[in-house]
């Protein structure tokens, strides 16, 4: 039984209720049918993103090597479909899921019935359909009297034209187009440009009136990024590397190609590698640019400054003579020569050929400490360089004073301290420039898409180590090196003297050397700067290229050496580089001999001491 108070509090609420679904469905059905259904209704601010800027070598005539084209991303919200009524100017009935989905997938070049599945998925909103640059599939998914249910997005598809090659310089982006590696991330700034916006109104359907806009501002295209590397250069060092790698059965490896006076990056190669639209599912490994971002001892490759340090400061020349005994009571525990057996006494030029542990040991015992670390301080040892790759280490080199006596011997011979290969280049370019180090650079010029004046790499001059004296004196005794008698026999190259040498480094596992795992190297310059093409030439033929070369091995093979395995990876890419620079031969008597085979006969007695080896 219902009280006199309850029925009317009854009643009163389903008045209130009976009013307010009535106004709620006046309101509905007038936003449907209303006369001035094209007229707008609010104003909107929408963001134009810029252009990202392209990546070119160093010529630039070649074409981008990186660059990005505006699309359209198309994207699925089967919400919106399923409430949206479609009607086309003239058309009676409104267009059903299905034709609307048939016309989706046929614009798009997509399958219907994927596209029909995934419009019923309705728990599922903004599905990913496509993304396409063709202007008349934009204009009728965007007409909302043909389409419905398909969110457009403005975006941009990044091209690398090289595919893998160059991908440790150039880089990567993100799905959010912000780099992420390499150039794209050193200058992301430079390369994202300025976005743009317009302010306009929409209509009652959600669709912008573009002949009612109220501002806009165009974006400004973002800076054009170009390197010092030379495409052609970078694709023989990434195949000689490549090859090397299988024919020598090493994991990884990495090279670099420096000119001589510039230190201008004219190649950079590092395996494995990946694919920069793939980079968020590369590796750890394959994104690490070993050329930069790895440490390593660099073994005999550093005996060279030790050699520096001693004729710079006077203490030797290069005909000074050392005793070959290892059991001599004026050095503290000297390192080994393996097997080698030497003459009694050898010279500080002989010790680079045939890379005596010993003299050189005892070389860095004499310098001292405190004067050796300065000389591989001036090297840039110790320091980054500079160059404008992310992600680079500066190597570790102790301070002298925590030298204990053992290291006063290891460190010359490169043992004890850690190096990057890029700081191992540019102590060769020093030495290649008569004594002067300049910063290395992969990027020449910075071009803004506004007129203003490009931003140009500066060369900088890093250090002077060493005199110009010095500098030949060294590159004199190097020639030996890639000679019969020196350890880098497959380094030659005809017509062309090459002051290089070679580095056998021992791996550090579980805080031990291992005997069987190693990192091969050898860094030449070519031609060496210290030879006359003729007799009547004043000066010699200058120094053109410092090419660098590391094999890292993680099994035990017969081509551990660098003499064995870098040094025919260099003498491929610098044959080629020489070839396509037009360096003219510095010794072009060789060339003038009818001995076509020679090259195949140094490889084939390397290979036949290589095989004594492994047995």
């Known amino acids: ?54 990546i070119f070598a160093a010529s630039g005539s070649g074409g981008p090597l990186v660059m990005s084209i505006p699309c359209w991303e198309y994207r699925l919200d089967p919400v919106a479909l399923t409430n949206a009524v479609v009607r086309p100017r003239g058309e009676k009935l409104p267009r059903t899921r299905e034709a609307i989905c048939r016309t989706i997938a046929s614009l798009l070049s997509l399958d219907y019935g994927k596209v029909l599945k995934m419009s019923e998925n309705t728990s599922n909103r903004f599905q990913f359909l496509a993304q396409s640059t063709d202007t ?65 109104y929409r209509d009652a359907r959600g669709a912008e009136m573009r002949d009612r806009e109220i501002e806009r501002v165009e974006p400004k295209k973002g800076a054009d990024i170009y390197l010092t590397i030379d495409s052609h250069l970078q694709y023989e060092a990434e195949t000689a590397l490549a090859d090397g790698l299988r024919q020598y059965e090493a994991a990884s490896g990495w090279c670099v190609i420096l000119d ?6 004219l190649a950079m190669a590092s395996l494995p590698n990946y694919h920069p639209l793939m980079f968020g599912r590369a590796s750890e490994d394959a994104k690490l640019n070993r050329v930069t971002s790895i440490t390593y ?37 000297l390192p080994g020569d393996g097997s080698h057996v030497w003459e009694p006494r050898m010279t500080v030029r002989d010790a680079i050929v045939h890379s005596s542990n010993i003299v050189i ?26 160059v404008e790759i992310p992600g680079e280490e500066a190597g570790i080199l102790p301070f002298w004073k925590r030298w204990d006596k053992v290291k006063w011997s290891r460190a010359p011979i490169g043992q004890g301290v850690s190096v990057t290969a890029m700081q191992l280049a540019s ?30 790499s500066h060369r900088e001059i890093a250090a002077r180590p060493i005199s110009p004296a010095t500098s030949r004196k060294v590159r004199e005794m190097m020639l030996g090196v890639a000679s019969a008698s020196g350890t880098a026999r497959r380094a030659a190259i005809k017509g062309y003297s090459v002051a290089g040498k070679t580095g056998t480094a021992q791996k550090v596992v579980n805080g031990r050397y291992s005997d069987s795992l190693y990192r091969a190297t050898f860094c030449g310059i070519v031609p060496s700067g210290v030879v006359m093409r003729s007799e009547s030439d004043a000066d010699p033929a200058p120094a053109r290229i410092v090419v ?55 490889d084939k007695i390397m290979d036949e001491r290589a095989s004594r080896l492994d047995g």
Not at 260 to 265: P, S
Not at 552 to 558: A, G, I, N, P
Request: aromatic residues 10%; proline residues 4%; glycine residues 10%.
């Open 136 to 200: 008349a599939a934009h204009d009728i998914l965007d007409n909302r009297r043909l389409v419905a249910g398909v969110a457009i997005l403005d975006r941009q598809i990044r091209q690398y034209f090289n595919n893998r090659g160059l991908c440790h310089v150039i880089g990567a982006i993100n799905k959010e187009g912000v780099g992420s590696a390499g150039i794209e991330l050193r200058y992301d700034r430079d390369l994202s440009g300025v976005p743009g916006y317009v302010r306009g």
């Open 297 to 333: 001892e660099p073994g005999s490759v550093m005996k060279v400054i030790t050699a520096c340090a001693g004729l710079e400061s006077g203490l030797v020349g290069p005909d000074s003579l050392y005793s070959t005994r290892r059991d001599d009571d004026r050095y503290y525990r």
């Open 361 to 386: 040991g005892k070389l860095g015992f004499d310098l001292g400490p405190e004067q050796l670390w300065g000389f591989m301080k001036e090297f840039g040892f110790g320091a980054k360089t500079g």
């Open 427 to 456: 102590a060769y370019q020093a030495i290649a420039n008569d004594g002067v180090r300049m910063k290395p650079h992969v990027v020449s010029k910075v071009v803004y898409s506004d007129g203003r004046e490009p931003r140009v």
């Open 1 to 54: 039984m219902m009280f006199k108070g309850e029925y009317a509090r009854f009643w009163w609420a389903v008045a209130v209720l009976s009013l307010f679904a009535a106004y709620s469905s006046q309101k509905l059905v007038r936003s449907h049918f209303r006369s001035d259904a094209d007229e707008p209704r609010y104003e909107f601010k929408r963001v134009i993103p810029s252009c990202r800027g392209s």
């Open 548 to 602: 660098l070369v590391t094999l890292d091995f993680e099994k035990r093979t017969k081509f551990h050496q660098g003499g064995n395995s870098a040094a025919p990876i260099f003498r491929r890419i610098a044959k080629a580089a020489l070839r396509y620079l037009e360096v003219e031969p510095d010794r072009p008597d060789e060339l003038m001999d009818v001995d076509v085979g020679d090259e195949d006969e140094i």
């Open 260 to 265: 001589a006076r510039t230190a201008d990056v």
